[in-house]
């Protein structure tokens, strides 16, 4: 709760100070049509701090959090165990500085941390070289796709129907206000991806293809081919990875020809912690790496020879002419990527393959489970952690009537894609090495009562 110490006496000198009689001088330009006029109803005036805490306590207990259910929610997101030692070491004095290194080679540890991260990433991504990181995957497709502008002098960038409508949000946002031409359409619920019909929309205005994998239904698409195609007519191939716990099972699409491979690093070291921060992660083929946006460490020796890190590049407005910038919407998330560097350091690759791998079973026990339940279709063929269930029903409904139960059954494509009401009766289920048999189990004869 926040502490306001100031006393009447004291907003009354203030307010002389600029010449303003009263706090309403200051709404003056505000339209009357847009004040309130009276008290807001249903709000009591006054009330103590005592009240106002049992009262939001009694709110908050209306919750229900992830960890007190059966959890099936991704799309995007996904709860992952992070152990704790990964808190504490990100609360270690060493890492108690500034967010962000203005004068960098001074903070030697600081950079050594995002040189590590850097290069984690970018063989996770199977790609030559990773930045710093971004806010976010959603800003850091985005950026992806005007780096492909910049690359290729086109504007024009195809998206898959199995990117995230989050991330086709932010773009369609962005791109009013840089002229690109976005083409995308929600989804089918069909096993099949939508690469041939990608390949058939690459002209020679394209500037990059955009691709997620595995896509916003869980499929999983061998991706050479469309870049091939991309590359025949002198496109790129950006690739979007939501769940970086999936490289650990499935093939990098760096190493299936992609340009720039950029992605949500939220699923390692990063809690879902109500909605963010987050962390964004931005690979790509050396050869453009001076179109990268945002910063980059890198190695070198001082003048004895001794090993040092510095700021490589760094081409955002804040160290160079704003004309020049090749980004002025991003910034290195620091705390969120040093989480995911000690996850990554905790786990090392045996780790990572070995996590996956009891994703990957766990999904595919929920999934021939739910397939069993009267009423409950999968449309997948393939898949890691996450799948798409056609329910009898609109999902949305029965995603809420589930959650009054205390099962959190998954995303409904409703909410994700709300003016595509052909797909409504899709329900996004992720299983996550936190769900259990018992959980599984729980879902399952959740809709066969909802569905009966």
Not at 31 to 37: H, I, K, T
Not at 273 to 288: D, S, T
Not at 427 to 434: I, K, P, Q, R, S
């Amino acid at each position: 709760m926040r502490y306001l110490p100031l006393t009447d006496t004291d907003r009354q000198d203030m307010l002389s100070v600029i010449g303003a009689t009263s706090i309403d001088d200051l709404f003056v330009d505000v339209p009357a049509e847009a004040r309130l006029s009276d008290k807001i109803a249903g709000l009591p005036d006054h009330a103590s701090e005592l009240a106002v805490e049992r009262h939001m306590a009694a709110l908050a207990r209306q919750n229900l959090s992830a960890g007190e259910a059966p959890f099936f929610l991704g799309a995007g997101a996904y709860k992952h165990h992070v152990p704790a030692s990964v808190d504490h070491l990100i609360q270690r004095g060493e890492f108690l500085t500034a967010y962000t290194p203005y004068q960098p080679e001074i903070a030697q540890g600081t950079l050594q941390v995002l040189f590590e991260f850097q290069t984690q990433v970018a063989r996770l991504l199977g790609c030559d070289v990773a930045n710093a990181s971004m806010y976010d995957g959603s800003t850091a497709c985005w950026e992806a796709i005007v780096m492909a502008r910049r690359i290729t002098k086109r504007g024009k960038a195809v998206l898959s129907s199995g990117l995230h409508p989050h991330y086709v949000s932010v773009a369609n946002t962005m791109a009013k206000f840089t002229g690109d031409a976005l083409a995308h359409e929600a989804p089918t619920l069909e096993a099949a991806t939508d690469i041939d019909a990608l390949i058939a929309g690459i002209d020679k205005d394209t500037s990059c293809v955009v691709v997620q994998y595995p896509d916003i239904l869980g499929r999983i698409a061998d991706l050479t081919p469309l870049a091939d195609a991309a590359h025949a007519v002198g496109a790129l191939l950006v690739a979007v990875v939501t769940e970086p716990v999936a490289l650990g099972a499935i093939k990098a699409p760096g190493h299936m020809g992609a340009d720039i491979v950029v992605g949500e690093g939220q699923s390692i070291g990063v809690g879902l912690q109500f909605g963010g921060p987050y962390l964004g992660l931005f690979a790509c083929k050396q050869k453009y790496v001076r179109q990268m946006p945002g910063r980059l460490c890198g190695e070198t020796v001082d003048a004895a020879g001794k090993r040092g890190f510095v700021l490589t590049l760094s081409t955002r407005e804040q160290h160079i002419r704003r004309e020049k910038a090749t980004s002025n919407i991003c910034t290195n998330s620091g705390l969120c990527a040093l989480a995911f560097s000690i996850h990554m350091t905790l786990l090392g690759e045996r780790g990572l393959r070995e996590l996956a791998n009891l994703n990957h079973g766990l999904a595919v026990q929920a999934a021939d489970r739910l397939a069993k339940v009267p009423g409950v279709t999968l449309v997948n063929d393939s898949f890691f952690n996450e799948f798409t269930l056609i329910l009898s029903k609109d999902a949305r409904d029965v995603v809420r009537t589930l959650a009054d139960k205390g099962v959190l059954a998954g995303v409904s494509l409703g909410r994700l894609f709300p003016t595509a009401p052909q797909i409504g009766n899709g329900l996004v289920v992720a299983v996550t090495e936190t769900v259990t048999a018992e959980d599984i189990e729980a879902l399952a004869q959740a809709l066969e009562e909802e569905l009966a």
